[in-house]
T-cell receptor, first 110, second 117 residues
Framework: QKEVEQNSGPLSVPEGAIASLNCTYS??????FFWYRQYSGKSPELIMS????GDKEDGRFTAQLNKASQYVSLLIRDSQPSDSATYLC??????????FGTGTKLQVIP | GAVVSQHPSWVICKSGTSVKIECRSL??????MFWYRQFPKQSLMLMAT?????????EQGVEKDKFLINHASLTLSTLTVTSAHPEDSSFYIC?????????????FGPGTRLTVT
């Protein structure tokens, strides 16, 4: 059974701070890693994808991947109240179906 | 790019009737489409995976005769909830994965909220 683990939160950070979201996965064969943002009552939105070890930056978002530790994280710099949402970590091997974590709820306090 | 639409965005139907939900990839060819269901404050639950021109693969516990999936073209998949009952009321979300450079990425439609009375 492939598993993706996330702390359910809520993770509360003050506005302007860095939010750090973490995810671990069980399948060592995993090759593709994604972060989705889901606002309450809405569908998930892809915000980052990462395929190789290291950091990938896109605006205020940085995804970090460490395959040896089976760990992927998402950093959100200068957090804004509009970043308050549930963040889903997702993992897949090749073209197999994606395994989603249960999500971490982020609250950015003004 | 990578836009997925769903129609309708919400629907109310009476118990025992059938409802069809459409999922379209608007700017890419979706070789694979996925159907999820999400109950309030719960995680996404994958219902089935469909490849264009092939029969859908259903997850364990999902009744294939109740949730009919058709992926007739590279841009359209439909989910029909047959003989709907109040316990089928949920948020149904499709996603699509295409070919090309970002073929591992999966993009979600906006979802369809189904209420069965």
């Amino acid at each position: 059974q492939k598993e993706v683990e996330q702390n359910s939160g809520p993770l509360s950070v003050p506005e302007g701070a860095i939010a750090s979201l973490n995810c671990t996965y069980s399948d060592r064969g995993s090759q593709s890693f994604f972060w989705y943002r889901q606002y309450s009552g809405k569908s998930p939105e892809l915000i980052m994808s990462i395929y190789s070890n290291g950091d990938k930056e896109d605006g205020r978002f940085t995804a970090q991947l460490n395959k040896a530790s089976q760990y992927v994280s998402l950093l959100i710099r200068d957090s804004q109240p509009s970043d308050s949402a549930t963040y889903l970590c997702a993992v897949t091997e090749g073209y197999q179906k994606v395994t989603f974590g249960t999500g971490t709820k982020l609250q950015v306090i003004p | 790019g990578a836009v997925v639409s769903q129609h309708p965005s919400w629907v109310i139907c009476k118990s025992g009737t059938s409802v069809k939900i459409e999922c379209r990839s608007l700017d890419f060819q979706a070789t694979t489409m996925f159907w999820y269901r999400q109950f309030p404050k719960q995680s996404l639950m994958l219902m089935a995976t469909s490849n264009e021109g092939s029969k859908a693969t259903y997850e364990q516990g999902v009744e294939k005769d109740k949730f009919l999936i058709n992926h007739a073209s590279l841009t359209l998949s439909t989910l029909t909830v047959t003989s709907a009952h109040p316990e089928d009321s949920s948020f149904y979300i499709c996603s699509a994965r295409g070919s090309g450079r970002s073929s591992y990425e999966q993009y979600f439609g906006p979802g369809t909220r189904l209420t069965v009375t």
